[in-house]
């Protein structure tokens, strides 16, 4: 079950909101666990067992740490720290890795070992990363270990964040697990983020997502260097609508049931730099890198050598934790050369190019980046890159100017919509009514801001909804993550 699906939007989502309102306080824990649980079973029944088993194995390794630490028994304390990150890291390992390192094996030794084909577990690799976080944590002292294990099983399952995040730190919401209310102002803010998340995902990033697929899909022989770009623009504007609008989809269910959840995107495409980029794409990643990888590893306090080994560490794990494919090795190695260069050798240049060049440089190499990323056959990804860089191919052909005639206002659109410029228009325009009728802004602005507000967002319910009883592509991209 996904959010963007008529079986979420009409049966699902309906049912749980209204048992969470007539539930007493008490109680609603319990009932966001099972409706979480429900949650998971509806696409793979048997793999619950796994998430309850890291559920209520980080329970008891917190539970141990607090024994230990009181004891003043340190060494106990830190062995199940290592208990903890070793059975969680065996667990993602064998079910997201095993076939591809027995592919691996048998390409290197002409060996013919056979595949697992193991599915991947909903979700596992946001719970495996928060769980661990939690234990961490605790063993760090700074958060107090969850002594309810209902409790803390629906923090670890709560169906709003857990298929693609964002990656929810148990310190984050520490104190709304046992202590949280709804307001109307929360419940409506809630589910007006919700339907501008549900809006980006089927109203833009499915729709974009036609031509990238039809594009890639498509003879690479034939593709012409304009096509290409096209493509790989397609994409670039997928992957992004398609995360953030989940990320704004899980925030906006959070704020439903009383939970704030850390923002994860920030206008990235924005960016002036590699390094800006990666501080406003997937941040709730990126902060979980640097607070459990990068500065423990000494992060830039130890050299020039030190951070250049610690970054590689980063964006290598970075790499393999979104996909078992050896293409995001790559692309988080990409990553890794662009950001030693940026920090150690291209920073003081960089504030000397206009701003505009700072814009191109960024895009450019994200864009390509998002290439290395979306195709894990390094044939194809040889043949797209020369259809990109023009070796072998054609500039312009028929198909890629018909491409971008159906699809060019849709680009605009997307362009649009992926920088603050709607926003600020908007904010404008409520400036020039408070000026020329200031007797309406006092008295009626913000009630008609709300209407307005509330109207444009059902709107894009039904629009949503149109197109999904349609039929429409839609794929979750961060599924397979």
């Known amino acids: 079950m996904v959010f963007s699906s008529l079986v979420f939007l009409c049966a699902f989502l309906p049912c749980v909101l209204g048992l969470y309102v007539i539930c007493p306080g008490r109680f609603r824990n319990l009932l966001l666990l099972l409706a979480s649980l429900f949650f998971y079973a509806w696409g793979e029944p048997r793999y619950i067992l796994i998430m309850l088993f890291s559920t209520v194995f980080d329970y008891c390794n917190g539970r141990m740490i607090e024994y230990y630490d009181k004891q003043g028994r340190q060494k106990q304390k830190k062995r199940v720290l290592i208990l903890s990150i070793a059975g969680n890291l065996a667990i993602l390992c064998f079910f997201k890795y095993t076939d591809l390192l027995i592919l691996s094996w048998n390409q290197l030794t002409a060996s013919n070992l056979k595949l697992l084909g193991l599915a991947l577990p909903i979700g596992i690799s946001f719970y495996t990363f928060q769980t661990m976080s939690y234990t961490i944590d605790v063993y760090r002292g700074l958060v107090k270990p969850q002594h309810n294990i209902l409790s803390f099983g629906m923090y670890v399952c709560m169906f709003p964040q857990l298929i693609a995040g964002p990656i929810v730190q148990y310190q984050t919401i520490e104190d709304q697990i046992d202590n949280r209310f709804v307001t109307d102002i929360t ?23 036609e031509l990238w697929s039809e594009i890639s899909g498509g003879d690479l022989g034939s593709l ?32 439903l049931f009383g939970f704030r959840f850390p923002e994860n995107f920030l206008y990235p495409y924005e960016s002036k730099s590699i390094s800006e980029f990666w501080c406003r794409w997937h941040i709730s990643l990126g902060s979980w890198f640097r607070q459990y990888v990068y500065y423990p590893l000494g992060g830039n306090r130890k050299g020039i050598q030190i951070q250049i080994i610690n970054l590689f560490i980063v964006w290598f794990l970075t790499g393999l934790w979104h996909g078992a494919s050896w293409n995001f090795v790559l692309w988080g190695m990409y990553y890794f050369v662009l950001l030693v260069l940026e920090k150690i050798f291209l920073r003081k240049e960089m504030q000397r190019w206009p701003g505009f060049v700072c814009h191109i440089y960024t895009k450019f190499f994200v864009i390509v980046g998002w290439v290395i990323f979306a195709l894990e056959d390094f044939g194809q990804m040889k043949s797209y890159l020369n259809a990109m860089f023009g070796v072998g191919h054609e500039f312009v052909n028929s198909d890629a100017i018909y491409l971008f005639k159906t699809y060019g206002i849709l680009l605009i659109i997307l362009i649009l919509a992926s920088t603050r410029i709607p926003k600020k228009g908007i904010r404008k325009l409520e400036e020039y009514i408070a000026k020329a009728e200031p007797e309406f802004a006092a008295k009626k602005g913000q009630k008609a801001k709300f209407i307005g507000y509330s109207l444009y967002t059902l709107l894009l319910l039904i629009l949503s909804i149109g197109l999904l009883i349609n039929g429409s592509y839609n794929p979750f991209l961060y599924f397979r993550f």
């Open 187 to 209: 419940w409506t803010e809630g589910m007006q983020r919700f339907l501008i998340g549900l809006g980006k995902k089927v109203l833009l990033a499915n729709q974009i997502g």
């Open 224 to 255: 012409s260097t304009a096509g290409a770009w096209l493509g790989a623009a397609a994409y670039t504007f997928q992957i992004y609508f398609d995360f953030s609008g989940y990320s704004d989809m899980a925030i906006g269910l959070g704020k």
